[in-house]
């Protein structure tokens, strides 16, 4: 079992619906989450970060978080063809190392 | 403005050649990272530094060194003993290694020709 699974997509939502992401992990003493954006051939690019169970929300994204089933998700709203990236979820044991997705590709169409 | 700057962007390499990637931040942050990604894979780490003259081995460090001579530069050797060097390099920083967030370098591409 991996440290960190997400479904690889494409995941294909029209412009202007909600895009609904999905992370599960395996180590239950994960205490820090993180929701990076990656444009082929760029770098990852920090969206989000939650500590605590429940919903963050920063603008159109909102990330929640259920240390119970041991799920982390990433709600974008209003989803704009500008969205259509690589969603990479990374996970974190108190000082441990930060252990990464392998992504789930988005696609937004006009 | 502040930010991790990588160079060179492209590299491309002869097998059994070593070369090196260049980490710069001015952030102030102690610690940094390199971290590896081929196509369809997540993000693999290869070393970390948490404070200068002082790193640990990620989780596919061998044929790769780094240094840590100064806070602000953090270069990766790739030698000719990793086998399959052909990847995108990303270096990252972060305040502290704890629960801080990551921020990441534009990347590197180093291609073996």
């Known amino acids: 079992q991996k440290e960190v699974e997400q479904n690889s997509g494409p995941l294909s939502v029209p412009e202007g619906a909600i895009a609904s992401l999905n992370c599960t992990y395996s180590?239950?003493?994960?205490?820090?989450f993180f929701w990076y954006r990656q444009y082929s051939g760029k770098s990852p690019e920090l969206i989000m970060s939650?500590?605590?169970?429940g919903d963050k929300e920063d603008g159109r994204f909102t990330a929640q978080l259920n240390k119970a089933s041991q799920y982390v998700s990433l709600l974008i709203r209003d989803s704009q063809p500008s969205d259509s990236a690589t969603y990479l979820c990374?996970?974190?044991?108190?000082?441990?190392?930060?252990?990464f997705g392998t992504g789930t590709r988005l696609l937004v169409s006009p | 403005d502040g930010g991790i700057t990588q160079s060179p962007k492209y590299l491309f390499r002869k097998e059994g050649q070593n070369v090196t990637l260049s980490c710069e931040q001015n952030?102030?942050?102690?610690?940094m990272y390199w971290y590896r990604q081929d196509p369809g894979q997540g993000l693999r780490l290869i070393y970390y530094?948490?404070?200068?003259?002082?790193?640990q081995k990620g989780d596919i460090a061998e044929g790769y060194s780094v240094s840590r001579e100064k806070k602000e530069s953090f270069p990766l050797t790739v030698t000719s003993a990793q086998k399959n060097p052909t990847a995108f390099y990303l270096c990252?920083?972060?305040?502290?290694?704890?629960?801080?967030?990551?921020?990441f370098g534009e990347g590197s591409w180093l291609t073996v020709v």
């Open positions: 990374a996970v974190r044991r108190g000082f441990q190392k930060l252990v």
């Open positions: 952030l102030n942050h102690d610690a």
């Open positions: 530094s948490q404070i200068v003259n002082d790193f």
């Open positions: 180590d239950r003493g994960s205490q820090s």
């Open positions: 939650i500590y605590s169970n």
């Open positions: 990252a920083s972060s305040i502290s290694t704890g629960g801080n967030t990551i921020y």
